[in-house]
């Protein structure tokens, strides 16, 4: 929404914006009462989230947790809400490249200096499924989005 807000501002520089420029502004008023319950939802349920998204991951591969010797849960949960709580702020305002320039740009950095692209690409492959479990079908579908966009960015595909 930032995103686009600033475009707009730049293209109708002295006239007046179109009704196609604006409809993203009616979308997003539109489907603003879900987002809001979506953004909620996600902050009551962070933990649980969370905490699914570990034990299935356990599951599947319990050295995703691990640099040799090194325990990561602990900073694995720490930047999992961190990125949660962004991907929250980007559903509420409709606004994936603002997440991505200003988070998931500089976060890919770490994620790479640490070589921790696997356990994203694990996580937020796995929690798309627990969101599914939790959530409307219309509010997995703004949050879905989302979490792929930090597979993406975080994970191995990038």
């Known amino acids: 929404m930032l995103s686009q807000l600033e475009r707009l501002s730049f293209q109708v520089d002295g006239r007046y914006a179109s009704d196609a420029e604006l409809q993203f502004l009616v979308d997003y008023v539109q489907s603003f009462r879900l987002r809001v319950e979506t953004y909620q939802r996600l902050r009551d349920l962070e933990l649980t989230l969370v905490k699914e998204t570990h034990t299935k991951m356990q599951a599947i591969d319990p050295t995703l947790f691990q640099i040799g010797n090194q325990d990561l849960v602990t900073k694995w949960k720490r930047d999992t809400i961190s990125t949660l709580r962004y991907s929250a702020v980007a559903v509420l305002i409709n606004d994936s490249e603002t997440l ?52 993406r960015s975080l994970g191995m595909l990038n």
Not at 103 to 123: E, H, K, N, P
Not at 134 to 143: G, N
Request: charged share 20%.
């Open 100 to 151: 991505q320039e200003r988070f998931l740009d500089w976060f890919q950095t770490m994620i790479r200096a640490f070589g921790a692209q696997r356990s994203c690409d694990v996580t937020y492959q796995v929690m798309q499924t627990v969101v599914k479990q939790h959530f409307s079908s219309a509010q997995a579908d703004l949050i879905c989005p989302i979490l792929e966009l930090n597979r």
